[in-house]
């Protein structure tokens, strides 16, 4: 750097100093600001700790997590951990006070809502969303996430309202199967316009299939009383898919796997009409997608020579 250059950036950051005693006004401002999203928070707790936590955040502490935030404002490390991480608090009923802040305070007839996506750079693979796509940070290709802000402009200001974290299409199965799937480590998303997501595997380990994905859909799609009997109810899916012409026994490969599948059968609480629904249900969705479905009606029939008790049974074709 040239010695006027250098006389310059000194120059500069003189001007950016300026005493603490500046902002003295403004934190009592953001303290009145607080109070409407402090009443909308459920416990009291949360109520109480918003304060604490805000002074944290404006404090001279190099590193803002938790622990050193509750040595500042003197709080035991649990309580302020308990309520950035762990308690339940919804934030549907803060943007309802933003919202209505912002139409008191902003609101005009001619006043528009903007929406602009924007991009977060991201190294791994685990975060939900994450593919290599445009990455308007770095102006190309890369991986990332994106998500869609909602801001509301008028003449006096403009705020921002909302976002929401935009998900590729490939990659909503839906939101009942990311219990059931998960993304190998260190696996990147190929980033090919249209193609289809083959880079989930089952949680815990797994090799992926072609119906994978498939048999995935459809369990997160069945109401079934458990989480444990969707997995279950995948697992058959991909089992058959592959192997649609063996029994039980033969397509599960170790009778701990059938007894599994029989279990599974027999539970009272797994219907037969919520199976079908879900099957229907997933057809039908992928039938949007096309221009054009052959509705095929096929007809096929079941020998059962030893069976004589039942009254519907009867022969069929040459009379065997």
């Given at each position: 750097m040239t010695p006027a250059w250098a006389q310059r950036q000194e120059e500069l950051l003189r001007d950016c100093i300026v005493s603490p005693d500046v902002f003295t006004h403004i934190v009592d401002r953001l303290g009145d600001f607080v109070v409407p999203y402090q009443h909308a928070l459920e416990t009291e707790?949360?109520?109480?700790?918003?304060?604490?936590?805000?002074?944290?955040?404006l404090s001279h502490l190099p590193h803002k997590n938790a622990e050193d935030i509750a040595t500042f404002v003197d709080v035991e490390r649990l309580v302020m951990q308990a309520f950035i991480g762990t308690a339940p608090w919804d934030h549907r009923p803060l943007i309802q006070v933003l919202v209505g802040q912002v139409v008191e305070q902003l609101g005009e007839p001619d006043g528009i809502i903007a929406f602009d996506?924007?991009?977060?750079?991201?190294?791994?693979?685990?975060?939900?969303?994450?593919?290599?796509?445009?990455?308007?940070?770095?102006?190309?290709?890369?991986?990332?996430?994106?998500?869609?802000?909602?801001?509301?402009?008028?003449?006096?200001?403009?705020?921002?309202?909302?976002f929401r974290l935009s998900l590729p299409q490939e990659l909503t199965i839906t939101h009942n199967s990311r219990?059931?799937?998960?993304?190998?480590?260190?696996?990147?998303?190929?980033?090919?316009?249209?193609?289809?997501?083959?880079?989930?595997?089952?949680?815990?380990?797994?090799?992926?299939?072609?119906?994978?994905?498939?048999?995935?859909?459809?369990?997160?799609?069945?109401?079934?009383?458990?989480?444990?009997l969707a997995a279950r109810l995948a697992g058959i899916l991909e089992t058959?898919?592959?192997?649609?012409?063996?029994?039980?026994?033969?397509?599960?490969?170790?009778?701990?796997?059938?007894?599994?599948?029989?279990?599974?059968?027999?539970?009272?609480?797994?219907?037969?009409?919520?199976?079908?629904?879900?099957?229907?249900?997933?057809?039908?969705?992928?039938?949007?997608?096309?221009?054009?479905?052959?509705?095929?009606?096929?007809?096929?029939?079941?020998?059962?020579?030893?069976?004589?008790?039942?009254?519907?049974?009867?022969?069929?074709g040459s009379g065997n």
């Open positions: 707790a949360g109520q109480r700790n918003v304060h604490l936590y805000l002074q944290g955040l996506p924007s991009s977060f750079p991201k190294r791994g693979t685990h975060s939900v969303g994450v593919k290599r796509q445009w990455c308007g940070h770095r102006g190309k290709v890369d991986n990332c996430q994106v998500g869609v802000y909602m801001g509301y402009v008028s003449r006096h200001d403009h705020a921002l309202l909302d219990e059931l799937w998960e993304r190998p480590k260190g696996q990147v998303v190929d980033n090919k316009k249209g193609a289809a997501d083959n880079n989930w595997i089952p949680r815990g380990g797994g090799s992926m299939h072609p119906h994978t994905l498939w048999a995935a859909r459809v369990a997160a799609g069945t109401v079934l009383p458990d989480k444990r058959f898919a592959e192997r649609p012409s063996d029994a039980i026994p033969q397509a599960a490969g170790r009778w701990g796997q059938a007894k599994g599948m029989y279990r599974f059968l027999a539970n009272p609480r797994v219907q037969p009409a919520a199976l079908q629904q879900g099957l229907t249900s997933d057809t039908a969705r992928q039938c949007l997608d096309q221009s054009t479905v052959l509705v095929v009606q096929d007809t096929t029939s079941l020998h059962l020579t030893g069976c004589r008790v039942l009254p519907e049974l009867g022969p069929i």
